[in-house]
């Protein structure tokens, strides 16, 4: 069974870190692109960071610099690092499987996802 866990999610102050996990199992991760995504209150689902099987990364203009995706091929897991940290990015956050290898921007283009994490920042 294809199954996404995410986890690390929090409350913390403006200028904090966070690192988000998510453990994917019935399947291997470096398959696939593998994405992050954040949904904020009255807002829709917005991408956020992506890497492609073959290592390629791309991020949200709002989160260059301060966000960090990654796998653990070894433990079948993707990370999201995300530092200095604002109020904004304030939202439920998803790590979501691609429907294949190559990355693209909607949502729509993932049909697997985590069940989401809680990430709260104050300011």
């Known amino acids: 069974q294809v199954q996404l866990v995410e986890s690390g999610g929090g409350s913390v102050q403006a200028g904090g870190s966070l690192r988000l996990s998510c453990a994917a199992s019935g399947y291997t991760v470096s398959t696939y692109c593998m994405g992050w995504f954040r949904q904020a209150p009255g807002k829709e689902r917005e991408g956020v960071a992506a890497i492609e099987r073959i290592g390629i990364i791309t991020y949200a203009d709002s989160v260059k610099g301060r966000f960090t995706i990654s796998r653990d091929n070894a433990k079948n897991t993707l990370y999201l690092e995300m530092n200095s940290l604002k109020s904004e990015d304030t939202a439920i956050y998803y790590c979501?499987?691609?429907?294949?290898?190559?990355?693209?921007?909607?949502?729509?283009?993932?049909?697997?996802w985590g069940q989401g994490t809680q990430v709260t920042v104050s300011s």
């Open positions: 979501a499987r691609g429907t294949g290898a190559s990355c693209y921007t909607s949502r729509f283009r993932y049909n697997v």
